[in-house]
T-cell receptor, first 112, second 110 residues
Framework: DAGVIQSPRHEVTEMGQEVTLRCKPISGHDYLFWYRQTMMRGLELLIYFNNNVPIDDSGMPEDRFSAKMPNASFSTLKIQPSEPRDSAVYFC??????????FGSGTRLTVV | KQEVTQIPAALSVPEGENLVLNCSFTDSAIYNLQWFRQDPGKGLTSLLLIQSSQREQTSGRLNASLDKSSGRSTLYIAASQPGDSATYLCAVAGNTPLVFGKGTRLSVIA
């Protein structure tokens, strides 16, 4: 298995632009998680899905953030409009029955 | 709300030393605990996973223990090497997804 695949690896965008981050989980995993990592706050859970259904989005910082999982093999995290304080590394992870997470390599987002 | 604390925040040791990284959590109602390694600018690599019913897990030079009742876990690294230099993250899962500590940044000096 290729593991959890995230794209792009790096994204630099201007403030106000829309940003879309993508994730392909491990086949057969029924949970998908989006985390954000910053120096100040460490790793924080943004949202997670079980069987493609959003379960808890209370970690999404603002309405500018949205996430979808249209099928078992694909998820997106969208920020519209982006702001400099959104600069961080965004990780996607997947697991089977919320046991033993596998993380992707992350997307480093820089908003200038 | 679960909170995870890792002490120390940073640690520097000479090559060959045995060392212990500490992790504590506030809610003992966990399902499992996972230790990760993160190299600078990289993703998270899972090192060890301990189920709530287990006391420890071992992989090579790494040994992780879990004392659920006291809300503590330790990661023991034997005979440290420069290649062990990284940030080590502890995370616990209960009826919510993994909650992470802020990590211990380890430097092993040759």
């Amino acid at each position: 298995d290729a593991g959890v695949i995230q794209s792009p690896r790096h994204e630099v965008t201007e403030m106000g632009q829309e940003v879309t981050l993508r994730c392909k989980p491990i086949s057969g995993h029924d949970y998908l998680f989006w985390y954000r990592q910053t120096m100040m706050r460490g790793l924080e859970l943004l949202i997670y899905f079980n069987n493609n259904v959003p379960i808890d989005d209370s970690g999404m910082p603002e309405d500018r953030f949205s996430a979808k999982m249209p099928n078992a093999s694909f998820s997106t995290l969208k920020i519209q409009p982006s702001e400099p304080r959104d600069s961080a590394v965004y990780f996607c992870a997947s697991s089977f029955t919320n046991y033993g997470y596998t993380f992707g390599s992350g997307t480093r987002l820089t908003v200038v | 709300k679960q909170e995870v604390t890792q002490i120390p925040a940073a640690l520097s040791v000479p090559e060959g030393e045995n060392l212990v990284l500490n992790c504590s959590f506030t809610d003992s109602a966990i399902y499992n605990l996972q230790w990760f390694r993160q190299d600078p600018g990289k993703g998270l690599t899972s090192l060890l996973l301990i189920q709530s019913s287990q006391r420890e897990q071992t992989s090579g030079r790494l040994n992780a223990s879990l004392d659920k009742s006291s809300g503590r876990s330790t990661l023991y690294i034997a005979a440290s090497q420069p290649g062990d230099s990284a940030t080590y993250l502890c995370a616990v899962a209960g009826n919510t997804p993994l909650v992470f500590g802020k990590g211990t940044r380890l430097s092993v000096i040759a």
